[in-house]
């Protein structure tokens, strides 16, 4: 399984607009930071998480070459602003449609943002983003392994959390973004996985995102092989990874690429 971090940055992204902190001022290219979304390859199978108002760019970067299928994990602007984007996508695809899934709130958000998209195929001109809109099932069985989901507290809303486990190879992968806590439950599917990928918001407390020390706690219990905070902003710098972090644990960065 391979997992590409298209961005590791908060809704702000950093460097922040009209901001001239040293973070901001930062040469160290991991310190620029667009908004958090990876891309994994499972088996083949090309799952795209999210689609950021930077996705286009994102992906260019990346040289990404498909989208097989597409997770929102919650409707909040810098993950679902990028979706137009998919237009490309979706014409690559044999029916030009994109299989898209997402909890409900996710789907009220993209019915109300792209309802071009998500009309019958010939009702709308050529080239516009197509999305076949599906409700993300607690498991989700394809040929080239699982996708578990689980609610993540995030505010007034829940995101998904999700746990890849790749047929063959039994690799795990979980990708736990915008939450404030991680409930027993989520802590269960996630634990002893090969690779987490965790909210990590900053030092200090926030009413709806993990903190860095409480997402080192979570960490601890989980105990995975392989840990790496994201969605980070710019109230920590890379290099800040040896004043905040421990056990191993590191901080994502854009176009990091991790085979597990």
Do not use: W
Not at 56 to 79: K, N
Not at 107 to 117: Q, S
């Amino acid at each position: 399984m391979e997992i590409i971090v298209l961005g590791s940055g908060t809704s702000h992204g950093v460097p922040m607009i009209a901001c001239d902190c040293e973070v901001c001022r930062s040469t160290d290219l991991r310190d620029r930071r667009s908004r958090a979304s990876v891309h994994v390859v499972m088996n083949g199978l090309r799952i795209q998480i999210d689609a950021t108002p930077e996705f286009r760019v994102q992906v260019l970067r990346e040289a990404v070459p498909a989208i097989d299928l597409f997770i929102l994990t919650h409707g909040h602007a810098d993950h679902i602003l990028g979706m137009d984007d998919l237009r490309r996508y979706c014409d690559l695809r044999p029916d030009g449609t994109l299989p898209v899934f997402c909890s409900e709130e996710g789907e009220g958000r993209v019915r109300a943002i792209y309802p071009y998209a998500l009309k019958p195929r010939g009702e709308a001109p050529d080239g516009y983003a197509r999305f076949d809109l599906r409700r993300l099932p607690a498991r989700l069985e394809l040929p080239e392994g699982v996708i578990e989901s689980t609610p993540l507290p995030h505010g007034r809303v829940d995101t998904l959390g999700l746990v890849f486990t790749e047929a063959g190879s039994a690799r795990r992968f979980a990708y736990y973004t915008d939450c404030k806590t991680v409930p027993s439950a989520a802590r269960e599917l996630a634990r002893g996985v090969d690779l987490l990928f965790l909210d990590g918001l900053r030092p200090t407390p926030h009413p709806t995102h993990l903190s860095i020390p409480e997402a080192l706690a979570v960490v601890t219990d989980l105990c995975p092989r392989q840990a790496y905070l994201t969605h980070l902003t710019h109230a920590v710098a890379h290099d800040d990874e040896l004043i905040y972090l421990n056990n191993g644990v590191r901080f994502a960065y854009d176009g990091m690429r991790i085979l597990i």
